[in-house]
């Protein structure tokens, strides 16, 4: 089965974020296919990797990088979610004038009609938070 | 918990999780509307029982308790895949 994967939250805030990570691992793990996560709302602050929490919390942005890494997995910040909360990569950098970047390993900013299309193309759009 | 009971029918499935597991506990008013919803499966999800501290004994007869690749599952299992927050 091809799931897509919706995050409407941010880490350490609101149990969605962890939940969306709990299934997708599970589904990865089941064998299923996962086409796309896409971060959307303060779920974008899923995607910055200056985040530094205490050594024995889970690490909610390397956890999610690391899964990316392992499965080939399309991990999609919306744009104007992340231009709004400051998740900026290379080229968000350059286009808006900003002297930094802190998009996380794994992670890459684009527009909603990513959304749109994992919700054609997938066979479930599940989605975590409000 | 109630739009949700609304729109369920007859072969649906409920999975309760994060907060929503409160709803699995017995003696609450949502017991009642759980147990008068033919036809409808019920599913809670373990790991977010246990976070909470409410022991399975206290689920109402009848809830299924599930992990996360039972939720996986789920959604697979059925056409339409809907969050309830």
Redesign the interface.
Known sequence: MKFAIQVNEGPYQHQATDSAYQFTKAALESGHEVMRVFFYHDGVNNGTKLTTPPQDDRNIVNRWSELAKKYDLDMVVCVAAAQRRGIVDEGEMQRNGKDAENIADNFRISGLGQLVEAGIQSERLVVFGD | MDSCLGYAKQGSAVLM???GIYGAIKGTAIADKIAAASGVSFYVLG??LKARGVAEDKVVDGIEIV???K???L??ENDK?Q?W?
């Open positions: 999780y994060e907060d790991p977010d992990d996360y690749a939720f996986v599952a959604s697979a895949v969050a927050v």
